[in-house]
């Protein structure tokens, strides 16, 4: 059964500072991961799909890794801004659906 | 980029009451889901909406309390039935265009009982 966590629950940090963010799984049979937004009282935005034939997938600011055989992923933010505060989600498909297992989210503030 | 609009967004209802969520797309898709989000807690997969057919619960859900139609590729709706003040919820659609591509959710509907 596929159980998705983050580290850490929440993250408080200076504007500007390059952070990271962790996602554990413990099904390493996925075939890919993503990563989701989501701002108070907001749906999700999706930011970052990462195929699990790829290590790596850049979008402007945010990078995301993806190591199967350690069953993490870590979602990199560089140069952070007030703008970037929320919820960031990793979420994990069940073995060949694409049904998604979300893990408890990182609550991320950035102050000017 | 796709829209993806969920109905009504938010609701404050009455207990025992049942309310119905609409998720309209404007475009053609391949997967169509319902999740939940508890006040304070992460997502939780509802159930998989079937083109035609019945819907595909997952585990601690059940039709009569969640019954779902998605009559056509691009819309689906979810009823929740007889309210108590635990289906509290957010509750979020979301649709897949092609397996194994992202996936993209709607902003929600705010469900709120009394």
């Known amino acids: 059964k596929q159980e998705v966590t983050q580290i850490p629950a929440a993250l408080s940090v200076p504007e500007g500072e390059n952070l990271v963010l962790n996602c554990s799984f413990t099904?390493?049979?996925?075939?890919?991961l993503q990563w989701f937004r989501q701002d108070p009282g907001k749906g999700l935005t999706s930011l970052l799909l990462i195929q699990s034939s790829q290590r790596e997938q850049t979008s402007g600011r945010l990078n995301a890794s993806l190591d199967k055989s350690s069953g993490r992923s870590t979602l990199y933010i560089a140069a952070s801004q007030p703008g970037d505060s929320a919820t960031y989600l990793c979420?994990?498909?069940?073995?060949?659906?694409?049904?998604?297992?979300f893990g408890t989210g990182t609550r991320l503030q950035v102050f000017p | 980029s796709a829209v993806i609009s969920q109905k009504p967004s938010r609701d404050i209802c009455q207990r025992g009451t049942s309310l119905t969520i609409q998720c309209q797309v404007d475009s053609q898709v391949t997967m169509m889901f319902w999740y939940r989000q508890q006040p304070g807690q992460s997502l939780t997969l509802i159930a998989t909406?079937?083109?035609?057919?019945?819907?595909?619960?997952e585990s601690g859900f059940v039709i009569d309390k969640f019954p779902i139609s998605r009559p056509n590729l691009t819309f689906s709706t979810l009823t929740v039935s007889n309210m108590s003040p635990e289906d509290s919820s957010i509750y979020l659609c979301s649709v897949v265009w092609q397996g194994g591509q992202p996936q993209h959710f709607g902003d929600g509907t705010r469900l709120s009982i009394l």
């Open positions: 099904d390493s049979a996925i075939y890919n």
């Open positions: 979420a994990a498909p069940i073995y060949n659906t694409d049904k998604l297992i």
């Open positions: 909406a079937n083109q035609g057919s019945e819907a595909t619960y």
